[in-house]
């Protein structure tokens, strides 16, 4: 028998009660990406005695998430997301049922998965993922709370919800203009996700006692410099909900192509000099230190990779670096998405690779 | 006519500002925006959606309403 003492505070208000609490107890609620959005909503819903909750996030924790991921510390530093938001869930409330998917989401595991739970919960951060949910919701008839965040604003939304309108009704994927913030090193004040994460979390406990108005059909658009708070309607397109309907049968057939960085294949400095065939790229701006210069080396700025494809000799792997190995993980990414695939990403940062470079 | 346009995201970045008093002689929105674009030239090449008194429209929706508003789609998480 589960210690109620926990949820008391839940139980005295009138709009849940022990049956709203036997309500959350009951339901098995999916997040997508443990990350900015994922660490609050998974935290709340947590502790609001969601009774079964699945975590999907095939990243690893890195120092640079700790500014905005608040479910993880120091040492989880290495760990997957996942099984890391597990480890301190559990902490938090060893009675409900937690199981980590360490593992990308695709269009292959998305249905099945899907099947086993009432709500799925979009704290992703790229747009082909987030289609990607949209749809397998649509053929499994399940509400997506989502979110996203750009800067100092974010967007909360309910899709699906008892034949709302889709994620799709409000973006048509219009992938010939530019989309902004996709994944990527866009800025992001550490407080902003969450702030809508825990929107989020609302919509999901709102959802599951069926109590206020859930956030179907309406967009809210938040930002957190000057507290405007927009709320725009959301119209049904039945032809784009048609469009994913239509081929649902084929759905499991698609790749999920999309690379975001976690995708980027790294490789030590040490095993790509053993290499036989290899073009090292540094990807830095000319003008940063320290040079490395003891090695046949072609600079390429990621800010002119576009425009200088030329340079990059297709008959070799292609291994690139830059100070910190971000910006090499994003050429890495870019020239995936040009079809130059033989490339990896320097683990090291260019002060260790110099280092190395002169111990040899 | 006068109309109230307001940005939301990459798009505020691009008219550096949130919102602005837009003079206008257009019927429906994708005329509209024709007239924006050659404000902002570099729009044009962005994904957004135009919403008509706090309700998304279709670019041939006819300008009825007080309020416009450009929202992009947001990636992040």
Same mark, same amino acid.
């Given at each position: 028998m589960i210690n109620m003492n926990r949820y008391k505070r839940h139980i005295a208000l009138s709009e849940i009660g022990q049956a709203g609490q036997n309500k959350l107890l009951k339901a098995k609620v999916l997040v997508i990406g443990a990350g900015g959005l994922g660490c609050p909503i998974?935290?709340?819903?947590?502790?609001?005695?969601?009774?079964?909750?699945?975590?999907?996030?095939?990243?690893?924790?890195?120092?640079?998430?700790? +500014?905005?991921?608040?479910? $993880?510390?120091?040492?989880?530093?290495?760990?997957?997301?996942?099984?890391?938001?597990?480890?301190?869930? +559990?902490?938090?409330n060893n009675t409900i049922s937690i199981t980590s998917y360490p593992k990308k989401l695709?269009?292959?595991?998305?249905?099945?998965?899907? /099947? #086993?739970?009432?709500?799925?919960?979009?704290g992703t951060d790229n747009f @082909?993922?987030?289609? =990607?949910?949209?749809?397998?919701? =649509?053929?499994?008839? &399940?509400?997506?709370? $989502?979110?996203?965040?750009?800067?100092? @604003?974010?967007?909360?939304?309910?899709? !699906?919800?008892?034949?709302?309108?889709?994620?799709?009704?409000?973006?048509?994927?219009?992938?010939?203009? @530019?989309?902004?913030?996709?994944?990527?090193?866009?800025?992001?004040?550490?407080?902003?996700p969450g702030i809508i994460g825990s929107m989020?979390?609302?919509?999901?406990?709102?959802?599951?006692?069926?109590?206020? #108005?859930?956030?179907?059909?309406?967009?809210?658009?938040?930002?957190?410099?000057?507290? +405007?708070?927009?709320?725009?309607?959301? !119209?049904?397109?039945?032809? *784009?909900?048609?469009?994913v309907l239509d081929k649902k049968d084929s759905f499991k057939t698609k790749t999920s192509s999309f690379n975001c960085t976690s995708e980027v294949r790294k490789i030590s400095i040490a095993e790509a000099l053993k290499k036989k065939n290899i073009q090292l790229i540094d990807v830095r701006e000319?003008? @940063?230190?320290? &040079?490395?210069?003891?090695?046949?080396?072609?600079?390429?700025? =990621?800010?002119?990779? *576009?425009?200088n494809l030329d340079k990059i000799d297709l008959k070799k792997e292609i291994i690139l670096f830059c100070q910190s190995g971000k910006r090499s993980k994003q050429a890495v990414s870019i020239l995936k998405q040009l079809n130059i695939n033989n490339c990896f990403s320097i683990k090291e940062n260019s002060s260790e690779i110099k280092k190395h470079l002169e111990n040899i | 006519?006068?109309?109230?346009? /307001?940005? $939301?995201?990459?798009?505020?970045?691009?008219?550096?500002?949130?919102?602005?008093?837009?003079?206008?002689?257009? &019927? !429906?929105?994708? *005329? $509209?925006? *024709?007239?924006?674009?050659? /404000?902002?030239p570099s729009l044009k090449n962005k994904d957004f959606q135009v919403a008509q008194n706090q309700e998304l429209v279709s670019q041939d929706a006819l300008i009825s309403g007080h309020e416009l508003a450009l929202l992009p789609p947001f990636a992040g998480g």
């Open positions: 998974l935290q709340y819903i947590a502790a609001a005695g969601v009774g079964t909750i699945g975590i999907i996030d095939l990243d690893t924790v890195e120092i640079s998430n700790l +500014q905005r991921q608040v479910l $993880f510390g120091s040492a989880s530093i290495g760990l997957n997301k996942a099984e890391a938001a597990k480890i301190r869930l +559990q902490d938090l695709t269009h292959q595991n998305a249905i099945t998965l899907f /099947k #086993n739970y009432d709500i799925i919960v979009d @082909e993922t987030r289609y =990607l949910i949209n749809d397998a919701a =649509l053929i499994t008839n &399940k509400p997506v709370v $989502f979110g996203a965040i750009y800067k100092f @604003e974010g967007q909360v939304s309910v899709f !699906n919800y008892k034949n709302g309108p889709s994620y799709r009704c409000l973006f048509s994927n219009q992938q010939e203009k @530019e989309q902004s913030g996709n994944c990527g090193d866009v800025g992001v004040l550490g407080v902003l989020q979390a609302n919509e999901v406990l709102k959802i599951i006692l069926d109590i206020g #108005n859930i956030l179907s059909g309406k967009l809210l658009i938040y930002n957190a410099l000057n507290y +405007q708070t927009t709320v725009l309607k959301i !119209n049904k397109s039945e032809a *784009e909900i048609s469009k000319t003008s @940063e230190t320290p &040079k490395i210069d003891s090695i046949a080396i072609t600079s390429i700025p =990621l800010s002119d990779l *576009e425009n | 006519m006068t109309i109230n346009v /307001k940005y $939301f995201g990459l798009i505020a970045e691009i008219t550096t500002c949130e919102k602005e008093r837009i003079l206008f002689t257009k &019927k !429906n929105v994708s *005329e $509209f925006l *024709e007239l924006l674009y050659l /404000k902002y």
